[in-house]
T-cell receptor, first 113, second 115 residues
Framework: GENVEQHPSTLSVQEGDSAVIKCTYSDSASNYFPWYKQELGKRPQLIIDIRSNVGEKKDQRIAVTLNKTAKHFSLHITETQPEDSAVYFCAAGGRGSASKIIFGSGTRLSIRP | EADIYQTPRYLVIGTGKKITLECSQTMGHDKMYWYQQDPGMELHLIHYSYGVNSTEKGDLSSESTVSRIRTEHFPLTLESARPSHTSQYLC??????????????FGPGTRLTVL
């Protein structure tokens, strides 16, 4: 089955700097890679996703890149702000309505003022 | 408003008690999931369902059971709670009919403490 590894487990960056979180996956059949953000005491919410036919996707200050050959994908947050402080989870899933997604272990991002 | 509801939000019980955690969604979704998560830590899939009368075990071994008699309802039952069951339980749903790439929507969670 699929296995997703996520690094680093904790990340602290100065406000305004960029943050990068990296994930690797094991199943070459996976073709859907969402990222979820979970603020303290709240439920996880999807912030961006990428599909295997695309190498990069951007939405304002966040972007995700995918390297299918190396089986890794990354989340990039630019111009970080205090509200970016949260736990971020990557995930990988397969094709089809019967597939499920497997989550990484999470990265706790702290933004220093 | 379409959403996912979980009750109770907090539960403190003694060892050996039988409990049921409720999850209901008004989003019209087919697929539903249960995750176990220590606060801010990894999400472990314990059960999922593709639709009515469909239930599957997830990747984390669990002593809980689930049922899916109605599309909108996916309760999780612990027959005999133990301190090792202390955790947060998150319910989620996604729409199977909207295509192969399905965003999961999470409920607010139930924080369970077993004494």
């Amino acid at each position: 089955g699929e296995n997703v590894e996520q690094h680093p487990s904790t990340l602290s960056v100065q406000e305004g700097d960029s943050a990068v979180i990296k994930c690797t996956y094991s199943d070459s059949a996976s073709n859907y890679f969402p990222w979820y953000k979970q603020e303290l005491g709240k439920r996880p919410q999807l912030i961006i996703d990428i599909r295997s036919n695309v190498g990069e996707k951007k939405d304002q200050r966040i972007a995700v890149t995918l390297n299918k050959t190396a089986k890794h994908f990354s989340l990039h947050i630019t111009e970080t702000q205090p509200e970016d402080s949260a736990v971020y989870f990557c995930a990988a899933g397969g094709r089809g309505s019967a597939s499920k997604i497997i989550f990484g272990s999470g990265t706790r991002l702290s933004i220093r003022p | 408003e379409a959403d996912i509801y979980q009750t109770p939000r907090y539960l403190v019980i003694g060892t050996g008690k039988k409990i049921t955690l409720e999850c209901s969604q008004t989003m019209g979704h087919d697929k539903m999931y249960w995750y176990q998560q220590d606060p801010g830590m990894e999400l472990h899939l314990i059960h999922y369902s593709y639709g009515v009368n469909s239930t599957e075990k997830g990747d984390l071994s669990s002593e809980s059971t689930v049922s899916r008699i109605r599309t909108e309802h996916f309760p999780l039952t612990l027959e005999s709670a133990r301190p090792s069951h202390t955790s947060q339980y998150l319910c989620a749903s996604s729409d199977r009919t909207s295509g192969p790439y399905n965003e999961q929507f999470f409920g607010p969670g139930t924080r369970l403490t077993v004494l």
